[in-house]
């Protein structure tokens, strides 16, 4: 975890984690009032949670035993709509 200082004056905390599905590496942050101890562990959990959420939404959609290519495809395509732009989800 690492911590961004804004021009607000705010403080963001950012935490990188592995896409479970693509192997690549994603991020996740927090923004808080001020650094301090207290805040700092805040900020850790509340980074955990929200890493353990997005891990498990990606692996309770594809966790079923008989999978068949048509819904591995909707999956694929409902991901991509909510990552990619619309041209490229239209190209893909």
């Not at 959609?61 to 041209?87: C, F």
């Amino acid at each position: 975890m690492w911590c961004e200082t804004l021009p607000s004056g705010k403080v963001r905390f950012v935490e990188r984690y592995e896409h479970p599905l693509t192997g690549k590496q994603c991020k996740v942050s927090v923004t808080v009032e001020k650094d301090t101890k207290g805040t700092r562990k805040q900020a850790q959990t509340a980074l955990q949670d929200l890493i353990e959420q997005k891990v498990s939404n990606y692996l309770s959609a594809v966790k079923k035993d008989s999978l068949r290519l048509s819904e591995l495809i909707e999956l694929y395509r409902k991901d991509q709509l909510s990552t990619v732009s619309q041209s490229t989800y239209q190209r893909n």
